[in-house]
């Protein structure tokens, strides 16, 4: 009965491999140059993602992606945030 194929959960071991953790940015360096949100502002976006808002003054710009608004930042502002490692 068990050469013919059949196998069952309790019959097999799986060995499973978890893989590293990769680290992550810490995204505090960018707090300096957020504002918070308008009372008519999401905080969050659809994804629950953070938003990120820029807080230099007669700038409306926001999105959900630390790079991206790095980016922005070097950009617009001459302002170079490098990113932090957890």
Same mark, same amino acid.
């Not at 990769?22 to 960018?30: D, I, P, S």
């Not at 230099?56 to 608004?69: D, K, L, R, T």
């Given at each position: ?14 060995? @499973? ?11 505090? /360096? ?7 949100? %308008? +009372?008519?502002?999401?905080? @969050? ?11 230099? /003054? ?7 992606? %630390? +790079? ?19």
């Amino acid at each position: 009965m068990g050469e013919s194929g059949d196998s069952t959960a309790s019959n097999d071991l799986v060995r @499973r491999t978890s893989r590293p953790k990769k680290k992550r940015q810490n995204r505090y /360096e960018l707090r300096p140059y957020t504002r918070k949100p %308008a +009372s008519y502002e999401p905080s @969050r976006a659809p994804d629950n993602n953070v938003l990120f808002y820029c807080g230099q /003054e007669g700038y409306n710009w926001v999105h959900q992606v %630390a +790079s991206n608004f790095r980016k922005h930042l070097k950009s617009k502002h001459d302002i170079d945030v490098k990113p932090t490692w957890s």
